[in-house]
């Protein structure tokens, strides 16, 4: 088999089109190469979905936890509190079990396991289950990023905003907005780069690989546990992660410039990155 | 482990309780949690270790040493920790047999990679196959914590080399003007003054730290979340304590530890902050700053 034809045949393997059968023996490093890049569409399918609904919700919970009101800032505190205090793993697990037991209220309990799981498939499935505990991971996250650049919005800017008779959506969409944004952004960036990462967590948490479509790292750790050989399919996905952290750094910085485009280019701070363990 | 606990089938109510609570298999997962926090108390000041000689080494002057120091400090801001976890103790099982088989076995002919196989002869087995079960288990332990230790030194690198790079200039320039060497000035002036820039970076890292130890799992070390999943599961009447699936209500539990270890290392370190910032003006210390 020539590596054109292993890349016909897997590059889409994991989602499902293509051979059916993974390699058993005989592995090439085409193969290899081949499977674990087609896993990191996983990757990114859950870091994209996550980041961008993530986003619109911690921009809404910064704004709650920054309320006058009790009702509205507790509620926004405790589920922060909650995501950003316990680890991932275990929320993975957690949002697993609770899925996979949710449609038992009302039904009778001699109903067997396979039963159930079928009629939850949906949830208890990686791409929706996963996708919905990274996507509230992420908003606590960054809503407590979102808050401390909330926090630190120039008081002048806003009573300026005021004094041109802005009303309220138009002194967050026009002033504290952008300008919240434009402080945030380098902080959000590394925890965006941490919730990419962290995506290859879901494989290896509860949530089954259907049919064994997997992400990267899964691809990775089946070809490592076949050949007894970690030297080869380990730094293959390292590559692939290398060069995708890269890409994503490359579309922050697009947001980064576009974020400073009222500034002339010599002005504009650069968009460096240094890890900053925000997680 | 009480006494009334030799019939389950007899028991009810709070008897049945605190006997269910009280089998081996649980005394077990309550050891387990300290496994967990023996993992964070090694594996802390090892990294921490480790990201001080990261640091130093991409300072360094010598050019080989400094790339190593920055291939070390950068190679967690690409890839997943993950990946390295379930990479490095593999690699290292396997280095170390290699090693071994090569001293111990040199008239040994057959290759040691034959297809789909690691094959070393049996004196260079790690640990030996006739030694006992909690020697397998500690040399599991210690690959995992050699692969924590390995990461979050990666980690401290990046928060040390910054806390280095924060120390203002000046203090090392006048240091140099008053005839210090070079290693005078590094330990004396920038090592005593780059904690309290380090604070902020290393006590996140400690919560990062807290919330990877359930990956112990991923490793193959029977940790909190084996027995959540192996206790929590359902048990059909065949075994002594019966019940439903119960993982959800296990995995409740450990929720619920990581939330207080989390909540009490923030209150710890805020207490830190204050401590170290006293007599310094920054935002952190107690000290009114001039305006």
Same mark, same amino acid.
């Given at each position: 088999?020539?590596?054109?034809?292993?890349?016909?045949?897997?590059?889409?393997?994991?989602?499902?089109?293509?051979e059916?059968?993974?390699?058993?023996?005989?592995?090439?490093?085409?193969?290899?190469?081949?499977?674990?890049?087609?896993?990191?569409?996983?990757?990114?399918?859950?870091?994209?979905?996550?980041?961008?609904?993530?986003?619109?919700?911690?921009?809404?919970?910064?704004?709650?936890?920054?309320?006058?009101?009790?009702?509205a800032?507790?509620?926004?505190?405790?589920?922060?509190?909650?995501?950003?205090?316990?680890?991932?793993?275990?929320?993975?697990?957690?949002?697993?079990?609770?899925?996979?037991?949710?449609?038992?209220?009302?039904?009778?309990?001699?109903?067997?396991?396979?039963?159930?799981?079928?009629?939850?498939?949906?949830?208890?499935?990686?791409?929706?289950? &996963?996708?919905?505990?990274?996507? %509230?991971? =992420?908003? +606590?996250?960054?809503a407590?990023?979102?808050? /401390?650049? !909330? *926090?630190?919005?120039?008081?002048?800017?806003?009573?300026?905003a005021?004094?041109?008779?802005?009303?309220?959506?138009?002194?967050?969409?026009?002033?504290?907005?952008?300008?919240?944004?434009?402080?945030?952004?380098?902080?959000?960036?590394?925890?965006?780069?941490?919730?990419?990462?962290?995506?290859?967590?879901?494989?290896?948490?509860?949530?089954?690989?259907w049919?064994?479509?997997?992400?990267?790292?899964?691809?990775?750790?089946?070809?490592?546990?076949?050949t007894?050989?970690?030297?080869?399919?380990?730094?293959? &996905?390292?590559?692939?992660?290398? %060069?995708? =952290?890269? +890409?994503?750094?490359?579309?922050?910085?697009? /947001?980064? !410039? *576009?974020?400073?485009?009222?500034?002339?280019?010599?002005?504009?701070?650069?968009?460096?990155?240094?890890?900053?363990?925000l997680? | 482990?009480?006494?009334?606990?030799?019939?389950?089938?007899?028991?009810?109510?709070?008897?049945?309780?605190?006997?269910?609570?009280?089998?081996?298999?649980?005394?077990?997962?309550?050891?387990?949690f300290?496994?967990?926090?023996?993992l964070?108390?090694?594996t802390?000041?090892?990294?921490?270790?480790?990201?001080?000689?990261?640091?130093?080494?991409?300072?360094s002057?010598?050019?080989?040493?400094?790339?190593?120091?920055?291939?070390?400090?950068?190679?967690?801001?690409?890839?997943?920790?993950?990946?390295?976890?379930?990479?490095?103790?593999?690699?290292?099982?396997?280095?170390?047999?290699w090693?071994?088989?090569?001293?111990?076995?040199?008239?040994?002919?057959?290759?040691?990679?034959?297809?789909?196989?690691?094959?070393?002869?049996?004196?260079?087995?790690?640990?030996?196959?006739?030694?006992?079960?909690?020697?397998?288990?500690?040399y599991?332990?210690?690959?995992?914590?050699?692969?924590?230790?390995?990461?979050?030194?990666?980690?401290?690198?990046?928060?040390?080399?910054?806390?280095?790079?924060?120390?203002?200039?000046?203090?090392?320039?006048?240091?140099?003007?008053?005839?210090?060497?070079?290693?005078?000035?590094?330990?004396?002036?920038?090592?005593?003054?780059m904690w309290?820039?380090?604070?902020?970076?290393?006590?996140?890292?400690?919560?990062?730290?807290?919330?990877?130890?359930?990956?112990?799992?991923?490793?193959?070390?029977?940790?909190?979340?084996?027995?959540?999943?192996?206790?929590?599961?359902?048990?059909?009447?065949?075994?002594?304590?019966?019940?439903?699936?119960?993982?959800?209500?296990?995995?409740?539990?450990?929720?619920?530890?990581?939330?207080?270890?989390?909540?009490?290392?923030?209150?710890?370190?805020?207490?830190?902050?204050?401590?170290?910032?006293?007599?310094?003006?920054?935002?952190?210390?107690?000290?009114?700053?001039?305006?």
């Open positions: 088999m020539s590596c054109w034809d292993t890349f016909q045949a897997y590059a889409l393997r994991s989602l499902g089109v293509g059916r059968i993974l390699p058993r023996d005989d592995f090439t490093v085409c193969q290899e190469v081949v499977l674990i890049g087609s896993g990191l569409l996983w990757n990114l399918y859950f870091a994209a979905v996550a980041l961008v609904l993530g986003f619109f919700l911690a921009t809404g919970l910064a704004l709650l936890r920054n309320s006058q009101r009790r009702v800032r507790k509620p926004a505190e405790w589920f922060i509190f909650l995501f950003r205090g316990s680890p991932l793993f275990i929320q993975f697990f957690l949002a697993y079990e609770a899925f996979v037991l949710l449609p038992r209220a009302g039904i009778p309990l001699d109903l067997g396991v396979v039963e159930i799981t079928v009629q939850t498939g949906w949830l208890t499935r990686a791409w929706a289950g &996963a996708t919905l505990v990274l996507f %509230l991971n =992420t908003a +606590a996250y960054s407590e990023i979102f808050y /401390g650049a !909330l *926090r630190s919005v120039p008081q002048g800017e806003v009573e300026a005021e004094a041109y008779g802005f009303n309220r959506w138009q002194k967050f969409r026009h002033v504290v907005w952008p300008t919240l944004l434009r402080l945030a952004w380098p902080a959000y960036t590394n925890e965006a780069i941490f919730l990419f990462h962290a995506t290859t967590l879901v494989f290896f948490s509860g949530f089954p690989a049919r064994q479509q997997g992400d990267a790292l899964y691809y990775a750790s089946y070809f490592a546990d076949k007894f050989n970690p030297f080869l399919a380990y730094p293959i &996905a390292a590559v692939y992660f290398i %060069l995708a =952290t890269l +890409a994503l750094l490359g579309l922050f910085r697009l /947001g980064h !410039l *576009r974020l400073h485009r009222h500034l002339p280019a010599p002005a504009r701070p650069p968009l460096r990155f240094r890890l900053r363990l997680r | 482990m009480f006494s009334f606990c030799s019939d389950p089938d007899t028991l009810e109510g709070a008897a049945w309780w605190a006997c269910y609570l009280t089998t081996r298999k649980h005394l077990l997962f309550y050891s387990s300290g496994t967990v926090l023996l964070l108390v090694i802390a000041p090892a990294a921490l270790t480790l990201g001080f000689g990261g640091a130093v080494a991409s300072r002057r010598f050019l080989p040493l400094a790339w190593l120091g920055k291939i070390y400090t950068s190679m967690v801001r690409g890839i997943p920790d993950v990946l390295f976890f379930l990479f490095v103790p593999l690699a290292l099982d396997q280095g170390l047999e090693i071994r088989h090569h001293l111990l076995c040199p008239e040994w002919a057959e290759p040691i990679r034959q297809d789909g196989n690691f094959v070393v002869c049996r004196e260079a087995k790690l640990p030996l196959s006739s030694a006992p079960e909690w020697m397998h288990e500690i599991g332990f210690l690959l995992a914590v050699v692969a924590f230790a390995l990461v979050f030194g990666a980690f401290a690198a990046n928060v040390l080399a910054g806390a280095m790079r924060a120390v203002p200039h000046g203090q090392l320039e006048t240091a140099a003007a008053y005839g210090m060497s070079r290693a005078q000035v590094f330990w004396r002036i920038l090592v005593p003054q309290v820039y380090a604070l902020p970076g290393l006590s996140n890292l400690w919560q990062i730290l807290v919330k990877a130890t359930p990956l112990l799992f991923l490793l193959g070390v029977e940790d909190i979340v084996y027995w959540a999943r192996e206790l929590g599961g359902t048990k059909t009447s065949v075994y002594d304590y019966p019940h439903g699936d119960w993982r959800l209500y296990y995995f409740l539990v450990l929720l619920v530890f990581y939330l207080v270890l989390t909540k009490f290392s923030e209150m710890g370190f805020d207490r830190l902050t204050r401590r170290f910032s006293r007599g310094q003006k920054t935002i952190g210390s107690s000290s009114p700053t001039p305006a």
